[in-house]
């Protein structure tokens, strides 16, 4: 069955649209499986273009190159191949990345062209997913602006991915099935296929890969505060012939968003404990 038949596709910018319908329509597919497509969602296709261009020739760099932006808690700047792994998979995932903030620090100096433009690409997906966000938080019944609220000064990042070609021989898969740490996120589409998602039912299909589109799916802050309503979405990216790259971009609120009162966890404490568990950093 094509993933198209299975994920909603919804157009973002209508003119004339409803946009009670365009809440619900958001909301309910998230809600339902955890995905939905959006198109018209205002992301120049030649900004894409450019950033797996520059993607394409950071990952280049030598490693001794890349390791110069490695930061202990990998929340900014270069992490190497075998680094980070699934919650309870032992096995490390096939896959580089770079995170990329609003801020200079750990952008590769060899390739100037590599942070000026995600930085600008960094800052159009956010302003999209705040607007995703106007249409879920419109779809619970919250007051206006109150994922903005939370994502004012947050903790999003952009990752830019680099799944390498794969041995035969190779331990693992590119990325062991998992949900998301963060609200939602934004995938634009990647440069080869690969990503599969789990459906409610168990079934693993694998999405399009829609140039004019940006998959979004949710994560497990916006499942605890939903108290499950929307369920973080399961899926991986599997091994299959030639390179990858992919960008998605993480939104977040900041770290003193209260996620669950009873027992109370904040936004900030549980990143943490997400990133000790997929062994990004150490206890």
Known sequence: MNTRDRVPVVSLFEPHGDPEALHAAIGEALERIGFVIVTNHGIAPNLLEAAYDASADV???PLAAKLRYERPDHQVGYTPFGVEHAKDDPNPDLKEFWHIRDTEDGLPSEVPRFGKVFRHL???LSHLGNQVLDHVGAYLGKPGGFFRE?????????RVLHYPEVFED?????????EDINLITLLPASTAPGLEIRTRDGDWIAIDNPPDSIIVNAGDMLQMHTDGRIRSATHRVVNLPGRRFSIPHFVHPRSDVVLRGEPRLTAGEYLRQRLIEIGVIKT
């Not at 190779?170 to 998992?178: D, E, F, V």
């Open 59 to 61: 990952f280049c760099l």
């Open 122 to 124: 960094s800052r159009e």
């Open 150 to 158: 939370w994502t004012k000064g947050g903790n999003s990042l952009t």
């Open 170 to 178: 190779a331990k693992g898969i590119r990325s062991a099935a998992h």
